[in-house]
């Protein structure tokens, strides 16, 4: 177990809706990374959050976007969904920015239909 | 840009023999390599990483891996496999110029199982 928790486990919803990933870091932890897993793409970052500000930026679509909570709680929104992105969302923390040891949540597994 | 190539998409080996992932990459500056393990069902864990100073990094449950410059080269090794070594192994590489931050990318992985 490594103290990350993401809800919801399973998530399966129709194709134009719009649909909330939650993700809750290690205690202490200050950094939050949220990353798609798919069979076609691989596993690619999207984004970071550091403290409540946005640190990095990956290959996120603009359907999609997240935040950082003041309780260090991390929400990723995807919206418009369409069948390619279902795939398994996983979230990260660590305890400062660089990211140098990331400690991973179960992951929530996403199915559009 | 950089980018992660793991040479073998699965790898069978069987019990107590020695195992060894190959992991390639190409970047333009200055790199920090990973590797990670997926058991089924679970999120990935951090097995090991180099940052700096020596190539020889040890990480946990007996891997390590070999930081080759010249090769640009980063594979892993195990003398010694068990059934419960069984997962998805992922290689990544980040340059830190993410915002300062080490984001990685990461390889397609390697899927390595162990028959008894």
């Known amino acids: 177990d490594s103290g990350v928790t993401q809800t919801p486990k399973h998530l399966i919803t129709a194709t134009g809706q719009r649909v909330t990933l939650r993700c809750s870091p290690r205690s202490g932890d200050l950094s939050v990374y949220w990353y798609q897993q798919s069979l076609d793409q691989g596993l690619q970052f999207l984004i970071q959050y550091y403290n409540g500000e946005e640190r990095a930026k990956g290959n996120i679509l603009e359907r999609f976007s997240a935040q950082q909570f003041p309780d260090l709680h991390s929400e990723l929104n995807l919206s418009s969904l369409e069948l390619g992105d279902s795939a398994l969302y996983f979230c990260?923390?660590?305890?400062?920015?660089?990211?140098?040891?990331?400690?991973f949540g179960p992951g929530t597994r996403l199915t559009v239909t | 840009a950089q980018s992660v190539t793991q040479l073998d998409s699965q790898v069978p080996v069987f019990e107590e023999a020695p195992v060894e992932l190959r992991c390639n990459y190409s970047?333009?500056?200055?790199?920090?390599l990973f590797w990670y393990v997926q058991y089924p069902n679970q999120g990935l864990q951090l097995l090991l990483k180099?940052?700096?100073?020596?190539?020889l990094v040890k990480g946990i449950n007996g891997f390590e891996a070999e930081f080759n410059k010249s090769q640009t080269s980063f594979h892993l090794r195990k003398p010694s496999v068990h059934i419960s070594d069984t997962a998805e192994y992922f290689c990544?590489?980040?340059?830190?110029?993410?915002?300062?931050?080490?984001?990685?990318?990461f390889g397609r992985g390697t899927s390595l199982i162990v028959h008894p």
């Open positions: 180099y940052l700096s100073g020596s190539t």
């Open positions: 990260a923390s660590s305890v400062g920015a660089r990211g140098e040891e990331q400690y």
């Open positions: 970047s333009s500056v200055s790199v920090y």
């Open positions: 990544a590489v980040s340059d830190g110029t993410s915002g300062g931050s080490y984001i990685p990318t």
